[in-house]
T-cell receptor, first 112, second 112 residues
Framework: GQNIDQPTEMTATEGAIVQINCTYQ??????LFWYQQHAGEAPTFLSY????GLEEKGRFSSFLSRSKGYSYLLLKELQMKDSASYLC?????????????FGTGTLLAVQP | EAGVTQFPSHSVIEKGQTVTLRCDPI?????LYWYRRVMGKEIKFLLH????????ESGMPNNRFLAERTGGTYSTLKVQPAELEDSGVYFC??????????FGPGTRLLVL
């Protein structure tokens, strides 16, 4: 079956670092995506990993271990505007399909 | 570059009525996807167009849902007749070939 797990909620302090974990079990794998979604808005692309290792993009970094079915999103120097839902999604690949399989999202609350 | 747009932003209809959702992808994106999020659940794939052709419609719930993409530009998703369980947020996304999917803000559908 297809299963993606991430914590439901997290709380962190402004200026701190937070790590959001994601574990997955999917029949196919062609990359893992992280999206940020503010309430009532579109999910916004943050990062993409297809090979093992760390991808860094400013205050955001994402790590992937394919053998462990594990990824994390690291947010540094947290700001109040980082309060949002963070979605982990695996791109399935079977034939020509390119669909994303999502976790339920992690709601991050950044406190002053 | 304009992002993915969706219309309407909200729709409230009665059970048994028909609703048509529209998605305009990013210009030049041949791939168009429909996803749905029902209350408390993860975002789930519905179908994938490449230009005007349905590449994968494995996520369509039943034959009350009809998606079209005439001319390979915008797409419509029609629900007829709507049932209570069809309530949720319908997202559209687009991408160039095999690349990151960019999401629209979604249409919030409530069936009473």
């Amino acid at each position: 079956g297809q299963n993606i797990d991430q914590p439901t909620e997290m709380t962190a302090t402004e200026g701190a670092i937070v790590q959001i974990n994601c574990t997955y079990q999917t029949s196919g794998f062609n990359g893992l995506f992280w999206y940020q979604q503010h309430a009532g808005e579109a999910p916004t692309f943050l990062s993409y990993n297809v090979l093992d290792g760390l991808e860094e993009k400013g205050r955001f970094s994402s790590f992937l271990s394919r053998s462990k079915g594990y990824s994390y999103l690291l947010l540094k120097e947290l700001q109040m505007k980082d309060s949002a839902s963070y979605l982990c999604a695996v791109r399935d690949y079977g034939g020509a399909t390119n669909k994303l399989i999502f976790g339920t999202g992690t709601l991050l609350a950044v406190q002053p | 570059e304009a992002g993915v747009t969706q219309f309407p932003s909200h729709s409230v209809i009665e059970k048994g009525q028909t609703v048509t959702l529209r998605c305009d992808p990013i210009s030049g994106h041949d791939n168009l996807y429909w996803y749905r999020r029902v209350m408390g659940k993860e975002i789930k794939f519905l179908l994938h167009f490449v230009k005007e052709s349905k590449q994968d419609e494995s996520g369509m719930p039943n034959n009350r849902f009809l998606a079209e993409r005439t001319g390979g530009t915008y797409s419509t998703l029609k629900v007829q007749p709507a049932e209570l369980e069809d309530s949720g947020v319908y997202f559209c996304a687009s991408s160039r070939t095999q690349e990151t999917q960019y999401f629209g803000p979604g249409t919030r559908l409530l069936v009473l």
